[in-house]
């Protein structure tokens, strides 16, 4: 908690000071057209990576198995979008780093590591490995086997079922 409240006053003091001194450098008028650019910039790369990352997440729940990977994608574009599109170069320049797929896989080994060592990792039964518990195998009265498909209403001269009567009333 301390790091973000120093984050949230040291991050904004150093955004004002860089875009002090590069329009002192280059001038107000070439500095604001370089800070809207990297907005600009920033929302186009976030639509395009965010699909990408949406179609890939989708593609790992077509293939049954769990998105993780995606997931930390699809995080890493959200704040690196975020970043770009918050006015400034330094927040600009991590926005990037987050947006672009090389140094994203970066800094998603270094925050896999993080994790690793932060948090205990549990093996849920029916996997391999170690297992909590008396009995990881034995069904629960709350374990239940299902899955779920899309329902459309009948259509016009199709009769109904039995379950559209029930969920639609008679008709």
């Known amino acids: 908690m301390p790091l973000l409240v120093a984050l949230f006053i040291a991050?904004?003091?150093?955004?004002?000071?860089?875009?002090?001194?590069?329009?002192?450098?280059?001038?107000?008028?070439?500095?604001?057209?370089?800070?809207?650019?990297?907005?600009?910039?920033?929302?186009?790369?976030?639509?395009?990576?965010?699909?990408?990352?949406?179609?890939?997440?989708?593609?790992?729940?077509?293939?049954?198995?769990?998105?993780?990977?995606?997931?930390?994608?699809g995080l890493a574009i959200a704040i690196g979008g975020a970043l770009l599109l918050t006015p400034g170069f330094v927040t600009d320049a991590a926005g990037l780093l987050l947006l672009i797929p090389p140094t994203r896989a970066i800094v998603k080994r270094l925050m896999r590591g993080y994790f690793l060592r932060r948090f205990r990792i549990v093996q849920f039964p029916g996997r391999s490995g170690p297992?909590?518990?008396?009995?990881?195998?034995?069904?629960?009265?709350?374990?239940?086997?299902?899955?779920?498909?899309?329902?459309?209403?009948?259509?016009?001269g199709e009769p109904r079922r039995e379950e559209d009567e029930r969920r639609l009333g008679p008709g």
């Open 11 to 73: 991050v904004p003091i150093l955004e004002l000071y860089v875009i002090l001194e590069v329009g002192s450098l280059i001038g107000v008028g070439p500095t604001l057209a370089i800070i809207v650019a990297g907005a600009l910039l920033g929302s186009l790369l976030l639509r395009r990576q965010g699909r990408s990352a949406w179609r890939r997440f989708n593609r790992a729940l077509g293939e049954r198995r769990f998105p993780a990977g995606e997931v930390a994608d």
């Open 131 to 156: 297992t909590p518990g008396p009995d990881p195998g034995a069904s629960r009265s709350y374990d239940f086997e299902v899955s779920a498909e899309e329902d459309s209403p009948p259509q016009e």
